[in-house]
């Protein structure tokens, strides 16, 4: 059962230039790659285990361990699902606070992830997705703001994002009634960075969230490594 919520601890990101929706996108998409691996809810890097298991000629070659690659595919092609239609919304309309829910419930998740973007408008320089990619990544794993945390079971990443009521968008569903659980372990990532004005700033806002979660999966299936078969 969650524990009730604490203040967490706060990763501050700072890009010294400004970055498109397009871009603002593709970090989401990262640090949920990386939230993915580093709490433990798949055994290898995304992009690592997308290489293994989504390439035609692996499909092909190797039929061992069918029921855990028939998993793992499902569960890559519905983070794939997630990651485009998270660009599409932020293509749609301004967005600058997405929560990550990692639990069994939106109300009583283990783990709180809110991912924020600061205004910052002493900037006037375009950066690139190749620099703010590592930028952010750099700065997650030098800082690591849950590293000492207890690592969560498998469970789900549930996605919410907050943005304009009239965006409409066709994947993600309004959740009007929505509020931000207070159970669980809460971590801010603020990222501050130049931006557009919002076109919609002077509109209400309302949570929309993702139809259903990413759930986590661990290899029971692949042998040990010599190195961790001489520690077992």
């Avoid at 580093?38 to 061992?64: A, C």
């Avoid at 600058?96 to 809110?114: D, Q």
């Avoid at 009634?177 to 603020?190: E, Q, Y």
């Amino acid at each position: 059962m969650a524990t009730k919520g604490d203040t967490g601890s706060t990763c501050n990101i700072s890009l010294n230039g400004f970055v498109t929706q397009t871009i603002k996108s593709r970090i989401v998409t990262e640090i949920l790659k990386y939230l993915l691996y580093h709490r433990e809810q798949i055994p290898l890097p995304f992009d690592q285990l997308y290489f293994q298991y989504e390439r035609p000629e692996v499909q092909s070659n190797d039929n061992k361990h069918t029921l855990f690659k028939k998993r793992m595919t499902q569960l890559l092609k519905e983070s794939q699902d997630l990651f485009v239609n998270i660009d599409s919304l932020f293509q749609d309309t301004d967005v600058s606070h997405i929560i990550v829910l990692l639990g069994s419930t939106v109300i009583s998740p283990k783990e709180v992830y809110h991912i924020r973007f600061l205004n910052n408008e002493q900037t006037a320089q375009t950066l690139s997705v190749k620099h703010c990619v590592r930028s952010v990544a750099r700065s997650l794993i030098t800082s690591s703001p849950l590293g000492d945390s207890p690592l969560p079971p498998l469970t789900n990443m549930v996605i919410t994002a907050h943005a304009p009521r009239s965006c409409n968008p066709t994947w993600f569903k309004p959740k009007a009634n929505f509020k931000v659980p207070k159970m669980g372990r809460h971590c801010n990532i603020d990222i501050s960075c130049g931006m557009m004005h919002s076109r919609v700033s002077s509109e209400e806002h309302i949570w929309m969230q993702t139809p259903s979660g990413i759930k986590g999966l661990k290899d029971t299936v692949s042998p040990k490594a010599a190195s961790d078969l001489w520690c077992s």
